[in-house]
């Protein structure tokens, strides 16, 4: 709601350039926090299912892994959602919102429907599929307009959503490798919390020499720490 506030008055005032600036100020940045959280999540599906559920969800762990992406969309669509809202776009942002929701009524007989009646029969994790694909397809439809409205280059923004699935995933990955080759817990417990306590320092240093991945500049990592110290 703050963010929709701080568009809605640059765009009363018709000051573009302050839109496109809170655009390139915010939106990568708490996506990022959302891939953060999500892309671990996703690594450590199989525990997620045992430490809440118990044994008798473990088969929803491919579920899991697959809906885990579905937060880090789903905050880049609400963000840039509320450019729509600020500048009265309602209308096109309806209609995205109507045609995704159409073309997913067969993707998802297609992925849910058994093989006698031409499906993919792939339960739970068809669902996971069509909800995760349909929701990039969805927010990046979104972007594209409003890179166009703000003057930013949406291939830009293309790039940094998939650069940083792909880096947290592949880090958390790794980690979650390295702890099971170690061997530090047989607990499920104690073993996701220092995968946890691991990643988030590693995270924490890549962020430090590569604020890009989170939109942030060396200036704000530099403000962050001057606060740290004082």
């Known amino acids: 709601p703050l963010i929709t506030r701080e568009f809605a008055i640059a765009y009363a005032n018709r000051d573009i350039q302050q839109m496109a600036h809170l655009f390139r100020r915010y939106i990568p940045m708490l996506y990022g926090i959302a891939a953060f959280f999500s892309c671990f999540i996703a690594v450590h599906a199989e525990k997620v299912a045992l430490i809440l559920g118990g044994s008798k969800f473990h088969d929803a762990s491919i579920a899991i892994t697959i809906m885990a992406f579905y937060p880090i969309h789903q905050t880049y669509g609400q963000l840039s959602g509320s450019v729509f809202y600020a500048t009265g776009q309602t209308r096109l942002y309806r209609n995205i919102g109507i ?88 607990n499920i417990l104690v073993n996701f919390l220092v995968n946890g306590i691991i990643y988030s320092c590693v995270v924490g240093i890549f962020t430090y020499f590569m604020p890009d991945l989170f939109g942030l500049r060396k200036i704000d990592i530099k403000n962050i720490m001057g606060k740290l110290r004082k």
């Open 99 to 186: 045609s995704i929701m159409i073309l997913g009524l067969p993707i998802t007989y297609l992925l849910i429907a058994p093989h006698q009646n031409m499906g993919l029969n792939l339960g739970s994790t068809g669902l996971a599929v069509k909800m995760v694909a349909l929701q990039f397809l969805g927010v990046n439809v979104q972007l594209y307009f409003n890179a166009k409205l703000l003057n930013l280059a949406f291939r830009k923004y293309l790039g940094h959503q998939l650069l940083c699935v792909c880096a947290l995933f592949l880090l958390a990955f790794l980690i979650n490798k390295a702890v099971s080759y170690i061997g530090v817990s047989s």
